[in-house]
């Protein structure tokens, strides 16, 4: 396939390549270089990039839903407003990229890696975030209903404002993270670390602890909803 003069392959070279506006459905990209390139507006729906690199890529409103995107490089890529729903991202460098209102729901980011990505305003709704690095992320405001995120790493990450309903939670580390207003109720906060953490008008009704929870010294958190043990 030939797209302005440059071959869409596996392994292909586009580097700085201007792709905007493009359908790119099902394409496979496996391998390939796509650092610089431009991919704004662009659809790749169902697209494979295993193992691609798109650092510094230019992907705003671009169109990934249920696309391959396992071990992929995007390391300070925007991708702003794009639609990730259903990808696949586990293990990928999301390095301070930006991904402020991309729609990730549902999407699988077990294991990435997302030091300082500002997710301001993202929708994760029902994603996979179990195991990921999450430090010094940024998500303010955003909508993390019903993720699966056992093993999360938020050190210092910003979630004030954020929705973060009927989360498994369980074993997440929150120290000295920022939750001012978050609404974390209904979720699962067995095993979690949240030492240091600012809960300020934190919404906790219905969540479930217990003794292996960590809280910030001086806090007092609500019952467990009955439940004494992680069964």
């Given amino acids: 396939m030939e797209v302005r003069g440059h071959q869409i392959t596996t392994n292909a070279d586009l580097a700085g390549a201007d792709l905007t506006d493009t359908d790119l459905r099902t394409v496979d990209l496996t391998g390939a270089w796509l650092g610089g390139a431009v991919l704004s507006g662009s659809d790749l729906s169902d697209a494979r990039l295993v193992g691609a690199d ?3 890529a ?5 169109v990934f839903a249920d696309a391959d995107l396992h071990h992929a490089n995007l390391w300070s890529a925007d991708l ?3 639609r990730l729903g259903g990808a696949v991202l586990s293990r990928c460098w999301l390095g301070s990229a930006r991904l402020t209102g991309t729609d990730l729901r549902s999407a ?3 294991g ?5 990505t500002d997710l301001t305003g993202a929708a994760l709704g029902a994603a ?3 195991g990921t690095s999450m430090t010094r992320t940024c ?5 993390l209903t019903g993720v699966f995120a056992g093993g999360v790493d938020l050190r210092s990450a910003i979630l004030n404002g954020a929705t973060i309903r009927a989360a498994n939670l369980s074993g997440a580390i929150l120290r000295d993270a920022s939750l001012i207003g978050a609404d974390l109720s209904l979720s699962d906060l067995v095993g979690a670390d949240l030492s240091g953490a600012q809960l300020d008008q934190v919404v906790l009704d219905g969540i479930r602890h217990d003794d292996t929870t960590r809280w910030p010294d001086g806090f007092s958190p609500p019952s467990s909803g009955g439940l004494d043990d992680h069964d």
Wanted: charged share 30%; aromatic share 4%.
């Fill in 54 to 56: 798109l650092r510094h």
């Fill in 58 to 62: 230019i992907c705003r409103r671009t």
């Fill in 80 to 82: 702003t407003d794009a």
């Fill in 108 to 110: 699988d980011l077990g």
């Fill in 112 to 116: 990435a890696w997302m030091t300082a």
């Fill in 128 to 130: 996979t975030l179990a």
């Fill in 139 to 143: 998500m303010r405001e955003a909508d």
